[in-house]
């Protein structure tokens, strides 16, 4: 029951995940941080579950302001990639992106297979046990190792973590903004 990682929204409203301002959800792909050699590629982190779809062509949204530039190269290096954005031949033009992400819309995310989710579309979701008890709304999702952990939290703020697994996650539905659960008795 993976579903792909992409990070949470930029402004997101606590109670649905969206923008405040009804503007187009924004998703991390990637943290530039210096640039590297001479012709004005720069080093990224990856924060995506799909680098692979960071080619060249492919526009992304650089820093709080999401301004829109192309990708002009891309190649591996160590665990990250080196980018290099259209316009961009040098590293001191690269330099004013250090330590900036880099950002795609979630518009523009192609669909997923059923049953797999965006975590953005997961998150502030409501919880409901399947006795209909509404045990609050998903906050946090957590990577492990061996299965993801929902953080769900109620209206008083405690937070209780459900394993993202078929026992537990009965069934999700977007339409209904609910996610069914059965939580684990612990004897």
């Keep these: 029951m993976r579903q792909p990682n992409h990070s949470a929204a930029q402004s997101p409203d606590q109670e ?6 009804g503007g187009p959800v924004f998703l991390a792909v990637g943290q530039l941080h210096r640039p590297h050699g001479v012709r004005g590629e720069i080093e ?14 492919k526009v992304l949204y650089v820093g709080e302001k999401h301004a829109r530039h192309r990708i002009s190269s891309v190649r591996p ?8 954005l259209e316009g961009y031949t ?14 795609v ?25 399947e006795s209909g008890e509404s045990l609050g709304r998903l906050t ?12 769900v939290t109620d209206a008083a703020g405690q937070e209780q973590l459900l394993p ?13 903004g609910e996610i069914r659960v059965r939580p684990q008795e612990w004897e």
């Design 16 to 21: 649905t995940g969206s923008p405040q301002s």
């Design 44 to 57: 990224m982190e990856i924060l995506t579950d799909f680098p692979e779809r960071l080619v060249p062509g």
């Design 77 to 84: 290096k160590g665990t990250g990639l080196l980018i290099g």
């Design 90 to 103: 040098d590293r001191d033009q690269v330099a004013v992106f250090r330590n900036l992400t880099l950002y």
């Design 105 to 129: 819309r979630s518009d523009e995310l192609p669909s997923l297979p059923p049953g797999q989710y965006y975590h953005h579309q997961l998150l502030g979701l409501q919880v409901v046990a």
């Design 140 to 151: 946090e999702i957590i990577e492990t190792g061996a299965n993801e952990v929902y953080v």
């Design 164 to 176: 993202a697994i078929e026992s537990v996650i009965l069934g999700i539905s977007l339409e209904r």
